[in-house]
């Protein structure tokens, strides 16, 4: 437990990199993954990196087990008298209650441990404490409070933290209690005799072998006349399980174990666990074994859970690349097709067209430039109608894309593709203007007359060629190719500017969950150091 500062900021750097870590998208693996991350997280500010800073507190023992396992009584017991409520009501632990020795109470009044939970501590006439530690926990639900309390009859350099049922109904305790194993030196396990072969309270068993912590079990509430082959063939489950050498502490079901009683076991029935703890507390060999096991099962564990994340954190990537290529991809299809078809005409037509073969004589310039300017809008709303679809069936098929709302169809789309077109002619008929009022001729032509069969020329495409002849004759032909030029350079930024926008305007959710590649290089570079230093 002589860490290395380099080893501790090796472990600080790799907390970070964790805390980064974002997995917005619900891909299959990401619940687990972001478990994991609060797994870590929990690990390394409540434990790992407290611990390695400060070996000389005290040995933090942390009581688990389901629903009406009896680990409120069981502290009680440990502790002498009441200081978390036991009853008949569940879940009855709400507030965690963590008790020490009122000389260690300075290591847990601050927050070198479980800095995310407010302390609640007032000293008080005994009498007063054990009915507010009845009273008080029952009606508390503060999921960020942890009651600090202190006995002198607990041994210095031990504290006992009254967990949260790992099974509750509700769902902040059961996260709660997670969190709260995390920091343990010592996990003990807590189960009935009725139901030490539940799910729940293995899947913790199987974690802390995983972790390598230092654990005990205790089989609580095993009636006399079956505790000979209920303690059998739990040893067996445990053996099963690769967990055989595991302390187990038995203890008879009586009838201090009932809700609603004192609360109080006798003290012969929990000895054998008190001096276990006790010894680990007092004994520098036994705790330095409990604590050095428990670390070092947490960091050689994060050789396998980092790359875990890494994993989760490049999948994220994957996805939110997927569902970007999808979208950059029905745009730039539909911007090329867009322009094959101003190639071949197609804003030439309709209305459009019946005001091109009708000017000069049966319609104005300005009447031949609205229909032009309706038709390349009406285009171009089509584009992106089509692009639209392609994006929402391509996303129907990525579970990620749930988290993003894409807002299809867009009914202000029109609008803003109007305005766009708009704008566009305006330019148009300021370039015509200006290079009408440069020419060098008697009688300059009309500049909204120039800006109709330039629009014309550019937007009608085989169906207008006689645009740029008629233009030709009004500006010259050397003019007619300069603003010919200029022109499709400002219908080419336009029509990019109108896809890149609505392109824009449908990758933005996604964009605002900022899903990168960074935090899974830096995850990896952050645990290769760690190695380094291990």
């Given at each position: 437990m002589d860490a290395r500062p380099q080893l501790i900021d090796a472990l600080s750097a790799l907390r970070d990199r964790v805390a980064a870590v974002r997995l917005p998208l619900p891909l299959p693996g990401a619940p687990r993954a972001r478990q994991t991350q609060v797994e870590l997280?929990?690990?390394?500010?409540?434990?790992?990196?407290?611990?390695?800073?400060?070996?000389?507190?005290?040995?933090?023992?942390?009581?688990?087990?389901?629903?009406?396992?009896?680990?409120s009584t069981l502290v009680n017991s440990l502790v002498g008298r009441r200081v978390s409520a036991a009853g008949v009501l569940r879940p009855t632990t709400r507030t965690p209650v963590l008790v020490c020795h009122p000389d260690d109470h300075h290591w847990f009044a601050g927050l070198r441990v479980l800095p995310q939970l407010t302390r609640v501590w007032q000293p008080q006439p005994q009498s007063q404490q054990e009915d507010a530690a009845t009273e008080g926990v029952q009606t508390e639900d503060d999921g960020n409070a942890l009651r600090v309390e202190t006995a002198e009859?607990?041994?210095?350099?031990?504290?006992?933290?009254?967990?949260?049922?790992?099974?509750?109904?509700?769902?902040?305790?059961?996260?709660?209690a997670a969190e709260l194993i995390c920091a343990a030196d010592v996990w003990v396990m807590v189960t009935t005799a009725s139901r030490y072969a539940d799910a729940v309270p293995w899947h913790l068993l199987r974690t802390a072998k995983e972790y390598d912590a230092t654990l005990v079990t205790v089989l609580d509430r095993v009636p006399h006349q079956v505790v000979a082959e209920v303690s059998?063939?739990?040893?067996?489950?445990l053996a099963k399980a690769g967990l055989g050498e595991v302390p187990r502490f038995t203890i008879p079901e009586l009838?201090?174990?009932?809700?609603?009683?004192?609360?109080?076991?006798?003290?012969?029935?929990?000895?054998?666990?008190?001096?276990?703890?006790?010894?680990?507390?007092?004994?520098?060999?036994?705790?330095?074994?409990?604590?050095?096991?428990?670390?070092?099962?947490?960091?050689?564990?994060?050789?396998?859970?980092?790359?875990?994340?890494?994993?989760?954190?490049?999948a994220q990537y994957a996805a939110s690349v997927r569902l970007t290529a999808a979208v950059e991809n029905a745009y730039e299809k539909e911007g090329a097709r867009v322009r094959r078809r101003l190639q071949r005409g197609a804003v030439l037509s309709?209305?459009?067209?019946?005001?091109?073969?009708?000017?000069?004589?049966?319609?104005?310039?300005?009447?031949?430039?609205?229909?032009?300017?309706?038709?390349?809008?009406?285009?171009?709303?089509?584009?992106?109608?089509?692009?639209?679809?392609?994006?929402?069936?391509?996303?129907r098929r990525e579970p990620a894309a749930d988290a993003v709302a894409l807002d299809v169809p867009d009914r202000e789309a029109g609008e803003r593709i109007g305005m766009?077109?708009?704008?566009?002619?305006?330019?148009?008929?300021?370039?015509?203007?200006?290079?009408?009022?440069?020419?060098?001729?008697?009688?300059?032509?009309?500049?909204?007359?120039?800006?109709?069969?330039?629009?014309?020329?550019?937007?009608?495409?085989?169906?207008?060629?006689?645009?740029?002849?008629?233009?030709?004759?009004r500006i010259g032909v050397i003019a007619a190719l300069r603003l010919r030029d200029k022109g499709e350079e400002l219908l080419a930024a336009c029509i990019d500017r109108v896809?890149?926008?609505?392109?824009d305007r449908r990758l933005a959710p996604l964009d605002a969950l900022e899903v990168t590649p960074e935090p899974q290089a830096d995850l990896i570079a952050a645990l290769s150091l760690l190695q380094k230093e291990k």
């Open positions: 997280l929990a690990q390394l500010d409540d434990y790992l990196v407290p611990r390695l800073r400060q070996p000389e507190a005290p040995l933090l023992v942390v009581i688990g087990g389901s629903t009406g396992a009896g680990k009859t607990l041994p210095r350099g031990l504290a006992l933290l009254d967990a949260p049922d790992i099974d509750s109904l509700v769902a902040g305790n059961r996260v709660l059998r063939q739990y040893g067996a489950l009838p201090e174990s009932a809700g609603g009683g004192s609360g109080l076991l006798p003290s012969t029935a929990v000895a054998p666990l008190r001096a276990w703890l006790t010894h680990r507390a007092q004994d520098p060999a036994a705790r330095q074994q409990a604590m050095s096991r428990t670390a070092t099962g947490v960091i050689d564990s994060l050789d396998a859970r980092v790359p875990g994340l890494a994993g989760a954190v490049a309709g209305d459009a067209l019946t005001r091109w073969r009708g000017h000069p004589l049966d319609s104005s310039p300005g009447e031949l430039l609205d229909s032009l300017v309706e038709s390349l809008t009406a285009l171009l709303q089509c584009a992106v109608a089509a692009a639209d679809e392609h994006v929402a069936e391509a996303w766009a077109a708009r704008r566009w002619r305006r330019v148009l008929e300021e370039l015509a203007e200006e290079e009408s009022r440069d020419l060098d001729r008697p009688a300059a032509p009309d500049s909204e007359t120039v800006a109709a069969l330039l629009s014309a020329g550019l937007l009608g495409g085989r169906r207008a060629r006689g645009a740029g002849e008629r233009l030709a004759e896809l890149n926008a609505e392109r």
